[in-house]
């Protein structure tokens, strides 16, 4: 479940040790933007530390290495693959013969290491507009692959136009984007909410992001958290909808039926798919419970 991911600059001890507590799905430690350039080697060797010794939970733990046309990029994945990192971010991810080459690299380092092959996998940061033209060729680049991940900022200066909060600049991108990633089956994750002040209008980016089918959003702010998870919560009402779907398609199989009619709609394959998403993301936040036999209740 990757609802929100959390950027924590890589340089700053205090932030790397909140990670524990904070509330996000995924932990992503910084190597890239974040860090000056002078202290890149401080803060590989501090993230490197933190993964051996700080207790996460059950976050995933990723980091944005830096861009592979750099010196660090290389050392940063020898470094922090064997200290426990689950997931690499790529950034500026312009095709698939980028993340075919850093994919040849892990199995390098994983054999060295004696980690299991393909167990370290890969969000490729589209930012770029050649990265967008060829966003479903990195998407099935390699099976390392799990999620394309927007970022509005570089793309908005790759193409030359202003970044605004309504983000009408970036709809074209995020609508290839969701469509490159579902067609490949991984996760599509939306770009960050820049002003970590507004929190409702994060919620509302995150909101419209998750109705275009995204899986969750990209955030630089602890700020931004409660309002990523309340735009990716589904309703009461969807919640409802979902367990009467489920419901409705147990009979039509037992009764050796394809689709059936639930509030004057035909239900069929593609709506129990969409129905058991939606239990998915309210199991995940604390909505509803699964019940010992396998079937889903309200909390109370």
Do not use: W
């Amino acid at each position: 479940m990757r609802r929100s991911l959390l950027f924590l600059p890589g340089n700053q001890p205090g932030m790397l040790q909140s990670g524990g507590v904070l509330p996000a799905d995924t932990l992503i430690f910084d190597l890239e933007d974040s860090v000056a350039a002078g202290e890149k080697d401080a803060a590989r060797e501090l993230v490197a530390s933190a993964l051996r010794s700080f207790d996460f939970g059950r976050r995933e733990l990723s980091a944005r290495i830096n861009d592979l046309e750099t010196k660090h990029a290389f050392t940063d994945l020898k470094t922090l693959i064997p200290a426990g990192i689950e997931t690499i971010m790529l950034p500026k991810v312009s095709g698939g013969d980028m993340v075919q080459q850093v994919a040849a690299l892990f199995d390098e380092i994983e054999l060295e290491h004696g980690i299991v092959k393909g167990r370290i996998k890969i969000i490729a940061l589209i930012e770029t507009a050649c990265g967008v033209e060829h966003a479903y060729e990195v998407a099935v680049a390699s099976p390392r692959v799990v999620a394309l991940a927007l970022g509005a900022e570089d793309l908005a200066a790759d193409l030359g136009c202003a970044r605004t909060k309504e983000g009408r600049e970036i709809f074209y991108s995020r609508s290839r984007l969701i469509i490159a990633a579902k067609a490949a089956g991984i996760e599509a994750l939306d770009t960050p909410f820049t002003d970590a002040r507004d929190t409702e209008g994060c919620y509302e980016d995150a909101l419209f992001a998750r109705s275009l089918g995204y899986a969750g959003k990209l955030c630089i702010s602890p700020h931004h958290l409660d309002s990523i998870h309340r735009a990716f919560m589904p309703s009461k009402a969807e919640i409802e909808f979902a367990l009467d779907v489920t419901e409705a398609m147990r009979r039509a199989k037992e009764d050796k039926r394809g689709a059936v009619s639930l509030r004057g709609k035909m239900i069929d394959l593609p709506v129990l798919l969409q129905a058991e998403r939606t239990l998915h993301l309210a199991r995940a936040a604390g909505l509803i419970q699964e019940e010992p036999d396998g079937e889903n209740n309200h909390e109370a």
